[in-house]
């Protein structure tokens, strides 16, 4: 298994604030008007469908990765879960509405936690069992065996301390909690510049975990695995609908950065077809 100075990354928190902050509002003009801004689970390959259906194809595949997450999760009404990245509080949201559960959701951008505060002001029957805090997934500002269930989406390749994300996790849940994510892997430690360059130095991120290793260090941590899926063509899958999808940004303002936009998602394709880039899904318990 990689050391922890492998796993921490070369950028910073501040650095993935600063991006997430500036970046939200132009995600959101493409990808999902409401802000649920993770990847998708398809049935077919998106690119068999006409253009017109991209959209509708990339959000139901969204939701099917919810719902497989879900399924597998044990989330009930006597659930206290926390949401581990949660963005603009969508899943948060939905989480406590299907299920029942009580849900806590953080994270490092603030302003995604204004706009998923911003959301629950809208649902005021749920104000009692849904909060969200600004905070670090490094340093979470909760006493340990708090949840009975962590759950995460597209969160913690972003978190340049990764092996202290997982012991964090570990820490707050309960004896018998099951935490419950997907993240990016590196099926390989040897990338091309245009992956480094499309794929990582523009998401600011970088990991040594495989989908194997990822594993090894779950369990080095302290978690069982129950079981684990690779993702990487259903990945492949989303990053072309978002391609397309930002190819027909029509704002005149907007349509060269678009356009790159469009061009550096197809990069990120080529680095999943080329094993450069992964995508996977895991389940264990404390």
Known sequence: MPSRSQNQSRFSE???EAYYDAEDALYRSFWDAEGSLHWGV???????????SIRDSFLT????????????SGIGSGSHVLDLGCGNGNTSLWLCQTTGASVTG????????DNATQSLAEYPDLASRVAFHKASATDLPFEENTFT?????ATIYHVPDKTTTLEEAYRVLQPGGFMVFDD???????IS??????????LLFDTDFSFYSYMDALRETGFKVLDARDLSTHLA???TCLSRMAATGNDPERRERFAALSDAYLKMVNAVHHEELGWAQYRCVK
């Open 61 to 72: 595949a969204c939701s099917r990765l919810n719902q497989i997450m879900l399924e597998n």
């Open 42 to 52: 398809f049935t077919s390959d998106p690119q068999s469908g006409p253009d017109g």
């Open 184 to 190: 990016l892997t590196k099926p390989r430690p040897d």
């Open 14 to 16: 501040s650095e993935t």
């Open 193 to 202: 510049d245009e992956a480094r360059t499309f794929v990582y130095d523009r």
């Open 149 to 153: 269930h962590v759950w995460s989406q």
């Open 106 to 113: 953080i994270d490092l951008s603030g302003v995604r936690i």
């Open 237 to 239: 899958h989303s990053y």
